[in-house]
């Protein structure tokens, strides 16, 4: 998956909390998240108040836990370790394991997004 298939994948899939993501989706909405934010930032800088963070924020936020959860379910974990995300040592463990390539195959939440 390319990063404009991943962007589209992101917003038309921003209610779909079932199925699976690659890791390719969820990095390149990452890095299409980060860059929107920081253009939003700009944005903001030149206007004097953080109106654009907050809408780019908005928008973002539903698509981006999404695409989060169908992270874990290609790992063939439920998204619940996703509140691992509320400890500092748990986020660091989260990352790692979204930089590991999900099950080969079908597992109980789909089949293989690749």
Not at 7 to 30: C, H, I, L, P, Q
Not at 39 to 63: R, Y
Request: overall charge neutral; glycine content about 14%.
């Amino acid at each position: 998956m390319d990063f404009g298939q991943a962007v589209n994948s992101g917003f038309k899939n921003f209610v779909g909390f079932d199925g699976r993501a690659s890791r390719s989706e969820y990095w390149f909405w990452t890095l299409f998240s980060m860059i929107a934010t920081l253009v939003a930032g700009v944005m903001d800088g030149f206007v004097g108040f953080g109106i654009f963070s907050g809408v780019v924020s908005l928008v973002l936020f539903l698509p981006g836990l999404a695409v989060a959860f169908r992270r874990f379910h290609d790992l063939d974990h439920t998204a619940w370790w996703l509140l691992l995300t509320l400890t500092g040592v748990g986020a660091v463990i989260i990352l790692i394991w979204f930089c590991f390539r999900g099950t080969a195959g079908p597992n109980r939440f789909g089949p293989d997004p690749l």
